[in-house]
């Protein structure tokens, strides 16, 4: 039996597609390569730094279990009372919140800001048990997912080393470069595919390659999530952001919590102690947001200033997430505002969502678990892509670079407007657009010598 040969159109499709991607492959091939071999340290960093984040969730549960649960009892008791032995055992600083016991067995975090000690970026967490009042501990916590001195010591080496707002350009740089390495890996990989089937049961670089493209377009589309979110909360792609889904009315919307009425100024001071000598105290104020169906766990905060009310707000960012907010007012109980999570704008909630995701607390351990994935994964591909730059070089030199040139052999027509988008995203993500002008004005220049040095070459032989 004959296979018939293909007809002329469908050959001259395939001829067509293949002359317009032609000229762009070698460009793409130079670009992941130059970002594989310049920007993989700040990925693999990234990866490690998250891995150990990843595991954070479960090692603080275990190094602090004594601070965070205790043993289930017959009742608890108020709030109020809980924050009062908070205060007889912490009076230094302010309450600057307050978490109730969210579910039997854990204790009731009281925070503490302006503590002697404790950075302004912190409170301190004094643990109450819900049942007898006794006081576990207190420790330093951060962020609103309440991160301990463990996950926020490896929080703040995978965010910024460690190194303040300038460490931040190192996750940022990582971000933006994430996407454009894993999006070019993908176009390389599916325009080999057919090729790289033979690559089996072969030994060198090809098994290299092909270990490393398998693994790379598996675990694509988590690397391009990666790199979407962590962007979102970056210096300065974030504030593009941010710009944008305000212009679009898409922007996380926001309480008022200002006390209503005549009662202004009542409840000065209600958050300083708990005691029901102010305003209607926190059990009122607590009751107030569950009969507007604010379930556990939430966070009280107390009126900044004489002019504002309570502030109850869910605080699970687990899936279903749960994140209603309701002002109260401190004289009379009164919810005067609320916010509900189902009323934000689409863009507002896949934020919150993609950063929950990010951050390995919408699934909890399974989140934990495909975040660990995920960076093993790119620690492989980065090793293995200096392996193959180590192999190009046959064993005699450091890899041998992608011959350059591939800019010149695209056509104006599809080069030009590549460009405009480049310098577009170049400026919406300023850390993918300066190192990508850095390096082709370094592969320009680099070109314009071994041109030169040619030319000198042939000039000198000719007798």
Do not use: C
């Not at 390659?209 to 589309?221: D, E, I, K, N, Q």
């Not at 507002?348 to 093993?376: E, P, S």
């Amino acid at each position: 039996m004959t296979t018939a040969p293909p007809s002329a159109p469908a050959e001259a499709a395939r001829s067509a597609a293949r002359g317009h991607w032609a000229p762009l492959r070698p460009l793409v091939l130079r670009l992941h390569f130059y970002a594989g071999v310049l920007v993989a340290p700040f990925l693999l960093l990234a990866a490690v730094t998250g891995l150990l984040y990843a595991g954070s969730f479960q090692a603080e549960k275990l190094l602090y279990g004594h601070e965070t649960t205790v043993a289930v009892g017959e009742r608890e008791l108020p709030v109020s009372a809980q924050v009062a032995a908070a205060r007889e055992n912490h009076p230094e600083g302010t309450v600057s919140a307050v978490r109730p016991s969210a579910q039997p067995g854990a204790t009731t975090r009281v925070l503490l800001s302006g503590v002697k000690g404790v950075d302004p970026d912190r409170t301190l967490a004094v643990f109450v048990d819900p049942y007898t009042g006794k006081v576990r501990g207190a420790l330093e916590q951060y962020g609103s997912t309440g991160a301990l001195p463990l996950r926020t010591w490896i929080d703040q080496l995978h965010a910024n080393l460690h190194l303040g707002e300038t460490g931040r350009l190192y996750s940022e740089l990582a971000a933006s470069w994430l996407w454009v390495v894993t999006a070019g890996g993908l176009v390389l990989w599916f325009s080999r595919r057919r090729a790289l089937r033979k690559v089996r049961g072969t030994g060198g670089r090809r098994r290299t390659l092909g270990l490393h493209g398998t693994v790379g377009v598996w675990t694509a589309a988590g690397f391009l999530f990666l790199s979407a979110t962590g962007l979102t909360w970056s210096t300065y792609a974030g504030a593009h952001i941010d710009e944008l889904r305000t212009s679009l009315r898409q922007a996380t919307p926001s309480l008022s919590a200002t006390a209503g009425g005549e009662h202004t100024g009542h409840g000065t001071g209600a958050g300083t102690t708990g005691g029901a000598g102010h305003g209607v105290g926190l059990d009122r104020v607590l009751a107030a947001a569950r009969a507007k169906g604010l379930d556990d766990p939430v966070e009280i905060v107390p009126p900044a200033d004489a002019d504002s009310a309570y502030v109850v707000r869910q605080i699970q960012r687990s899936w279903p997430t749960a994140q209603d907010a309701v002002a109260v007012d401190p004289a009379t109980g009164r919810v005067t505002d609320e916010l509900r999570f189902a009323d934000y704008p689409v863009l507002a909630k896949l934020t919150r969502w993609g950063i929950d995701l990010h951050t390995g607390v919408l699934f909890g351990l399974v989140n934990q678990i495909a975040l660990a994935l995920l960076a093993v994964a790119l620690i492989l591909l980065v090793v293995w892509g200096y392996r193959m730059w180590w192999q190009r070089g046959r064993g005699s030199s450091f890899g041998r670079p992608v011959p350059r040139g591939a800019w010149a052999e695209v056509p104006p027509y599809i080069l030009v407007p590549a460009l405009a988008a480049v310098a577009v995203l170049g400026w919406f993500v300023p850390l993918l657009g300066i190192p990508l002008a850095v390096f082709l004005a370094v592969d320009v220049a680099l070109g314009e010598i071994a041109y030169r040095r040619r030319g000198r070459e042939g000039v000198g032989g000719v007798k």
